[in-house]
């Protein structure tokens, strides 16, 4: 079944320019979405199809995907932005959804 | 606007089986499907399941079959989802959340609840 690979953890400044990424193959022939869950809390869908984002998200949160690597960048790094974040795209052979393994962003 | 609300918190024993229900309010209870994902203490989001709210079809995870039921209730726009013969490695928090038949995204999710099994 269709993978996809996440770095465990990131670590940023305040202020700084956070990327995190997705690997799987050929990825950048799938729509990927992006999803923040802050600790003890639901997660939260920030970026879908690659690059849109839902009512509510702030611009600081794009999305970019290609060849074999999606990237969600968090522009202006705030505290509140510190979760796990998770990308997702649908596999078509299995008609279900592929979770990405998450990825603990830690804002220094 | 989207709400999705989750019944509370459960304890069961190993063998018992578990019901959550999944309230939604503020759209259309046919414009999205409703899948189901948990998550372990500590560990990543797992899909369950998912089911179209407007014909009823489902399709589960391969690991899960057999064991769980998802439903829904159109008459109150709930969504259900059962699964039997629990293991203490189901003990986990289980989140509803809306489909989108389009983007193929979870849209919106449901506060979460926690199943606990154990002896």
């Known amino acids: 079944s269709y993978v996809l690979t996440q770095p465990p953890s990131v670590s940023v400044a305040p202020g700084q320019t956070a990327r995190i990424t997705c690997g799987g193959n050929?990825?950048?022939?799938?729509?990927v979405h992006w999803y923040q869950q802050r600790p003890g809390q639901a997660p939260v869908l920030v970026v879908y199809d690659d690059r849109d984002r839902p009512s509510g998200i702030p611009e600081r949160f794009s999305g970019s995907n290609s060849v074999n690597t999606a990237t969600l960048t968090i522009s202006r790094v705030e505290a509140g932005d510190e979760a796990d974040y998770y990308c997702q795209v649908w596999d078509s052979s299995s008609d279900q959804p592929i979770f990405g393994g998450g990825t603990k962003l830690t804002v220094l | 606007q989207v709400h999705l609300v989750q019944s509370g918190a459960e304890e069961k024993k190993p063998g018992a089986s578990v019901k959550v229900s999944c309230k939604a309010s503020g759209y259309t209870f046919t414009s999205y499907g409703i899948s189901w994902v948990r998550q372990a203490p500590g560990q990543g989001l797992e899909w369950m399941g998912w089911?179209?709210?407007?014909?009823?079809?489902?399709n589960y995870a391969q690991n899960l079959r057999g064991r769980v039921t998802t439903t829904t209730d159109t008459s109150t726009s709930t969504a259900y989802m059962e699964l039997r013969s629990l293991r203490s490695d189901d003990t986990a928090v289980y989140y509803c959340?809306?489909?989108?038949?389009?983007?193929?995204?979870?849209?919106?999710w449901g506060q979460g609840t926690l199943v606990t099994v154990s002896s």
């Open positions: 089911i179209s709210t407007y014909n009823g079809n489902t």
């Open positions: 959340a809306t489909f989108s038949y389009g983007s193929r995204s979870l849209d919106y």
């Open positions: 050929n990825i950048g022939s799938k729509s």
